[in-house]
């Protein structure tokens, strides 16, 4: 690849292994331990050709999963006069009641 690094030109070039985080369509694409070329003194990255074709490989033809996973709905919380009462006192105690 490049020997001096083409953003600072200051930094040298050195290959080493990054994690390759990007959105394609609304899906996060996560790939650690990916090989990149990245500048000792600025830290620009940039990802070797072959591990760009390993990833492009793994995604497929049929192009990326379904993004199935959306946030749950909460029910809404009752208003303060809904509440029920914490004890009722017509029911015994857990522990029985006793009178001394």
Not at 46 to 66: S, V
């Amino acid at each position: 690849m490049y020997d001096m690094c083409p953003v600072c030109l200051a930094g040298r070039m050195k290959l080493t292994t990054t994690t390759f985080v990007q959105i394609v369509e609304g899906t996060v694409i996560h790939a650690p331990n990916t090989a990149a070329w990245q500048c000792d003194s600025c830290g620009e990255t940039y990802f070797a050709d072959a591990a760009l074709r390993r990833i492009e490989t793994l995604i497929g033809t049929g192009g990326l999963p379904p993004n199935r996973h959306e946030p749950a709905l909460r029910e809404p919380l009752s208003p303060p006069g809904d509440v029920p009462s914490a004890r009722d006192e017509s029911a015994s105690d857990a522990l029985g009641s006793r009178s001394e």
